[in-house]
């Protein structure tokens, strides 16, 4: 099973992502956490993301389909990846379908974690100072929101199309969501 983690930044797709990983003994893979460890290290990958997501900007849909192609093809991967905020513009969602689709497999759900603007706001300002993520400064911020309306959100329709998105209010205590989010995938 291949389960898409989408929701604006904020939107707790991370830390539900870490809690249904574990409950059902599946990889979760994000290629934001993947990108900022390749900076860190200073790889010619994170040389290449660094000044595009510090500054709030997507990198390409090439950079990010090699990614997901390497991820794919681990042994670990091969009963189903939890995607977290992988697939965010248009030319990913149909790149990643072709890369599921060579291994037959295909998406089985898209989970919306649903939250108001101003929850976001109050959410990453809370978040930047405890990780002091560059990206969570106020301009890094409303660039990723802009990215996130323009290229993301339509992303949204073309999963509604194939009749796959899950909405889940994404308010409540951590436990209180992932409830939510193991009763809409069930057992
Ligand atoms: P995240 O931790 O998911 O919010 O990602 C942090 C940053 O990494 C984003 O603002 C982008 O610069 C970059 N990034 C992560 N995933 C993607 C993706 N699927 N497409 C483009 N850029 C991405």
Do not use: C, N
């Not at 994000?30 to 997507?58: I, S, Y």
């Not at 905020?85 to 030319?91: D, E, L």
């Not at 089985?108 to 978040?127: G, H, N, T, W, Y």
Request: glycine share 10%; aromatic share 4%; no cysteine.
């Amino acid at each position: 099973m291949d389960i898409l983690l989408m929701g604006p930044p904020g939107a707790g797709k991370g830390t539900q992502g870490a809690l249904l990983a574990e409950a059902r003994g599946m990889p979760k893979f994000a290629t934001g956490d993947l990108l900022r460890d390749a900076v860190k290290r200073g790889t010619p990958l994170g040389l290449q993301a660094k000044e595009l997501m510090e500054a709030g900007h997507l990198v390409s849909d090439d950079l990010i389909l090699g990614i997901v192609r390497e991820e794919l093809s681990k042994p670990a991967a091969g009963k189903g990846v939890i995607f977290d905020g992988v697939v965010r513009t248009i030319p990913q969602a149909e790149g990643v379908e072709r890369l599921l689709a060579e291994q037959g497999r295909s998406m089985s759900a898209v989970l919306f974690f649903d939250v108001s603007d101003d929850e976001i706001l109050a959410r990453l300002a809370k978040r930047r100072e405890i990780e002091s993520r560059a990206d969570d400064d106020p301009q890094a911020v409303a660039i990723r929101l802009k990215a996130y309306r323009k290229q993301t959100a339509p992303v949204l329709d073309w999963y509604e199309d194939r009749k796959l998105v899950h909405h889940i209010p994404a308010v409540g205590s951590v436990s209180e969501i992932a409830e939510k989010v193991s009763r809409v995938l069930g057992k």
